[in-house]
């Protein structure tokens, strides 16, 4: 049986993610940092559906605790063939409001859980033959948005990242990509008013903004192909392009 572990994997573009897994057969463990009460319901929902994904609580900028969350991950399973680091904040502001805790907190959840969670499995999928790690950027990341340079910064970390971690584990079989979504359907998203979110959809070629499911589905194409790594995957019906 594969596994997969879901950073953020409780809400939005997240529990879309761990649901295309749960479909494809996968044991999921979805990590979620302070909400239990909606991890709780998330669990509820896919019980319902005939699914029992794991929750580990953790915050995945914290040095230990994600050790501890991977500690109790191996404790359950042998392997980890999926690691998706998803678990991500925003922010609104002109750079002249931005704090520097602000932006610190930014980087720490978008970039340093990323680091933090492909090292501690690096190891492990290495010693099994190979594996995958998804990494969850944005299409801010590739051409910065105004008023969120903090978060379009670190979403461009979080590719580079892909790319020279993917160069440096291809030859053990452990393949790592990015999916950088764009404007999509989610909570992070709700900040726009009816008028800023008719203006994005015209620039989108398709005519809509995405569905987190639409993220799902590429990140299972991503686990599931055996040659691609390297790879900035944009999910946004052409926008941004």
Same mark, same amino acid.
């Given at each position: !049986?594969?596994?997969?572990?879901?950073?953020?994997?409780?809400?939005?573009?997240?529990?879309?993610?761990?649901?295309?897994?749960?479909?494809?057969? @996968?044991?999921?463990?979805?990590?979620?940092?302070?909400? =239990? *009460?909606?991890?709780?319901?998330? =669990?509820?929902?896919?019980?319902?559906?005939? @699914? /029992?994904?794991?929750?580990?609580?953790?915050?995945?900028?914290?040095?230990?605790?994600?050790?501890?969350?991977?500690?109790?991950?191996?404790?359950? @399973?042998?392997?980890?063939?999926?690691?998706?680091?998803?678990?991500?904040?925003?922010?609104?502001?002109?750079?002249?409001?931005?704090?520097?805790?602000? +932006?610190?907190?930014?980087?720490?959840?978008?970039?340093?859980?990323?680091?933090?969670?492909?090292?501690?499995?690096?190891?492990?999928?290495?010693?099994?033959?190979?594996?995958?790690?998804?990494?969850?950027?944005?299409? +801010?990341?590739?051409?910065?948005?105004? /008023?969120?340079?903090? @978060?379009?910064?670190?979403?461009?970390?979080?590719?580079?990242?892909?790319?020279?971690?993917?160069?440096?584990?291809?030859?053990?079989?452990? *393949?790592?990509?990015?999916?950088? %979504?764009?404007?999509?359907?989610?909570? !992070?998203? #709700?900040?726009?008013?009816?008028?800023?979110?008719?203006?994005?959809?015209?620039?989108?070629?398709?005519?809509?903004?995405?569905? %987190? #499911?639409?993220?799902?589905?590429? /990140?299972?194409?991503?686990?599931?192909?055996?040659?691609?790594?390297?790879?900035?995957?944009?999910?946004?019906?052409?926008?941004?392009?």
């Amino acid at each position: !049986m594969k596994t997969a572990l879901i950073t953020g994997g409780t809400r939005g573009i997240g529990k879309a993610i761990a649901l295309a897994f749960l479909q494809r057969g @996968y044991e999921v463990v979805l990590n979620y940092r302070a909400n =239990q *009460r909606a991890a709780l319901a998330t =669990q509820e929902e896919f019980n319902i559906l005939g @699914y /029992c994904p794991i929750l580990l609580r953790a915050d995945v900028s914290d040095e230990l605790q994600v050790k501890n969350m991977f500690r109790e991950f191996f404790s359950i @399973y042998d392997k980890l063939d999926v690691l998706v680091n998803n678990a991500g904040v925003s922010s609104v502001k002109v750079i002249q409001d931005v704090t520097l805790g602000e +932006w610190n907190k930014i980087f720490d959840t978008n970039v340093k859980s990323t680091f933090l969670c492909s090292r501690e499995v690096t190891d492990k999928m290495v010693f099994a033959g190979g594996g995958s790690i998804i990494n969850i950027s944005s299409i +801010w990341g590739e051409v910065g948005a105004s /008023c969120e340079v903090a @978060y379009s910064a670190s979403k461009g970390a979080v590719i580079a990242f892909t790319k020279a971690l993917a160069k440096e584990l291809a030859p053990s079989n452990v *393949r790592v990509n990015c999916v950088s %979504p764009g404007v999509i359907d989610t909570q !992070m998203n #709700s900040h726009l008013s009816p008028a800023e979110l008719e203006e994005l959809i015209n620039c989108v070629p398709m005519g809509r903004i995405g569905q %987190p #499911s639409d993220v799902g589905e590429a /990140c299972v194409m991503l686990a599931e192909s055996s040659y691609i790594t390297g790879e900035v995957l944009s999910v946004g019906g052409g926008f941004g392009k």
